[in-house]
Nanobody
Framework: QVQLVESGGGLVQAGGSLRLSCAAS????????MGWFRQAPGKEREFVAF????????TYADSVKGRFTISRDIVKNTVYLQMNSLKPEDTAVYYC??????????WGQGTQVTVSS
């Protein structure tokens, strides 16, 4: 079992930055790929970013490419999402998830990000 806890969300003005953290307990994360997803009110959950087990090959949704950066600290068992140049359309609840064998088995509870215009 893996427990994931997100933090770092909040209210920020457009153009600002936030760094989200996803801390894991119960099991080491280094056997999992890690993803970030988000869900805005009235919309379906969407993919944001992914990083593989070794911390390489980051991939991003087109909507965040060039603004967001995913990274991981294996020692701290934590994954991060650095979000720069935030836009009001980035407002959503952000979730991290642990992936193995092309399936996301574990999810955090989410952290709210609100970007004001």
């Amino acid at each position: 079992q893996v427990q994931l806890v997100e933090s770092g969300g909040g209210l920020v003005q457009a153009g600002g930055s936030l760094r989200l953290s996803c801390a894991a307990s119960g099991r080491t994360l280094n056997i999992y790929g890690m993803g970030w997803f988000r869900q805005a009110p009235g919309k379906e959950r969407e993919f944001v970013a992914f990083i593989n087990r070794s911390g390489g090959n980051p991939t991003y949704a087109d909507s965040v490419k060039g603004r967001f950066t995913i990274s991981r600290d294996i020692v701290k068992n934590t994954v991060y999402l650095q979000m720069n140049s935030l836009k009001p359309e980035d407002t959503a609840v952000y979730y991290c998830a642990a992936e193995r064998w092309a399936r996301y088995d574990y999810w955090g509870q989410g952290t709210q990000v609100t970007v004001s215009s």
